[in-house]
Antibody, heavy 118, light 110 residues
Framework: EVQLVESGGGLVKPGGSLRLSCAAS????????MNWVRQAPGRGLEWVSS????????YYADSVKGRFTISRDNANNSLSLQMNSLRAEDTAVYYC???????????WGQGTLVTVSS | QTVVTQEPSFSVSPGGTVTLTCGLR?????????PSWYQQTPGQAPRTLIY???IRSSGVPDRFSGSILGNKAALTITGAQADDESDYYC??????????FGGGTKLTVL
């Protein structure tokens, strides 16, 4: 069964930075696009970013464009999200999700909590 | 402002049928938006139910079905069970790599 395990969450001050990671296993990582989806406390799901299998295509939600950078290391089966200039409204559980054609998420990690607060 | 719209809440009786919808603030939903549906219970990761409008994900019971109804995507649950009580989210593919979630529907089974 596909496994996705997020890490790197924690408490950070507004304006600070944090790097999330997602370790993938039990599938051919490079063959799939990968995504970050977040959920603020008590709120709905929000798509954050996607990256194609070869990193040739990356996409971001307007809410994070210019502040967050998605990347992947296919040799090590890992996905990352570098988050800079963090704001209180970035506080959320961040999920790593595998992308499948056409344009949906088929497997999800358990999430990692990011809290932005002074 | 929410581009993708869902009913905030819905209730269904055990054994009953309920249809949740997913629309656009402007325009009609078509299969070209590749609507997908996800179920989430509190504290858990989402679970994929339906993709590409009406294809059930692996392991999803056939009482969950997807369709286009009028100008919206729809998720129908037939023979609702107590453990169907969850939040349900749709996602639309908006083109240029952009996906947008609806605000979610909280389904109560009572």
């Amino acid at each position: 069964e596909v496994q996705l395990v997020e890490s790197g969450g924690g408490l950070v001050k507004p304006g600070g930075s944090l790097r999330l990671s997602c370790a993938a296993s039990r599938f051919t990582f490079s063959s799939y696009s990968m995504n970050w989806v977040r959920q603020a406390p008590g709120r709905g799901l929000e798509w954050v970013s996607s990256i194609s299998g070869t990193s040739g295509f990356v996409y971001y939600a307007d809410s994070v464009k210019g502040r967050f950078t998605i990347s992947r290391d296919n040799a090590n089966n890992s996905l990352s999200l570098q988050m800079n200039s963090l704001r209180a409204e970035d506080t959320a559980v961040y999920y790593c999700a595998r992308g499948e054609d056409p344009y949906f998420f088929d497997y999800w990690g358990q999430g990692t909590l990011v809290t932005v607060s002074s | 402002q929410t581009v993708v719209t869902q009913e905030p809440s819905f209730s269904v009786s055990p054994g009953g049928t309920v249809t949740l919808t997913c629309g656009l603030r402007s325009g009609s939903v078509s299969t070209s938006y590749y609507p997908s549906w996800y179920q989430q219970t509190p504290g858990q990761a989402p679970r994929t139910l339906i993709y590409s409008t009406n294809i059930r994900s692996s392991g999803v019971p056939d009482r969950f079905s997807g369709s286009i109804l009028g100008n919206k995507a729809a998720l129908t649950i037939t023979g609702a069970q107590a453990d169907d009580e969850s939040d349900y989210y749709c996602v639309m593919y908006m083109g240029s790599g952009i996906r947008v979630f609806g605000g979610g529907t909280k389904l109560t089974v009572l």
